[in-house]
């Protein structure tokens, strides 16, 4: 190739004349990469403006408390059921009559942790109590949110059945023989 500014032989190779310093131009493959390095840095940037964007417009998904405690109310109430049956069938009173027990008496006999024995647990307040006219065969309990609206919107209940039973306008109940009254339904129905 020769040099159009002084006329002389430059290797094809070479990229400048020796002779007076000219400079070959950039071949288009060259500028063709510039320009996508530059487009590929502007789209970069673009789609970290829109992440922040989106960051910011779209509020952050906050756990719900309500949900939690509804859930590990449940999971109390399951727990007593088993309690319950381990309570009577090991007569963990030793008094020698297979009876049901309450609250306090299966923590003390280490059937519930401790917290639960108390009667409030994790936003609930808890009552389990064997039925006064046959406690060697019938037993309630009950979960009841301790700010209703705010540590829980339900009300559970459960019975000698285990069946865990559901009120969304108050505290589930049961009459003597243990059965549920009121607008209660048994849960996932």
Known sequence: MECPACATQIPDT??????CGWEAPRSGLAVAGIVVLAVLGVGCLGLMLLGLVVALVIPT?????????EAAAIGALKTLTMAQAL???GDKD?????????LSEL???????????????????FTCQPVATTPEFLWTATATPAVPGTTGVRCFG????G????????????????????DAVPLGN
């Open 14 to 19: 070479a990229k400048q004349c020796e002779h």
């Open 61 to 69: 998904h906050h756990h719900d408390p309500q949900g939690g405690n």
């Open 87 to 89: 309570y009577r069938e």
């Open 94 to 102: 030793g008094d020698e009559v297979f009876d049901y027990g309450t």
């Open 107 to 125: 923590s003390e006999a280490t059937l519930i942790d401790g917290i639960l024995g108390t009667g409030s647990k994790q936003g609930y307040l």
């Open 158 to 161: 459960t019975n000698h059945t």
């Open 163 to 182: 069946v865990i039973y559901v009120s969304r306008t108050g505290p589930v109940r049961f009459d003597a023989e243990g059965e549920v009254l009121g």
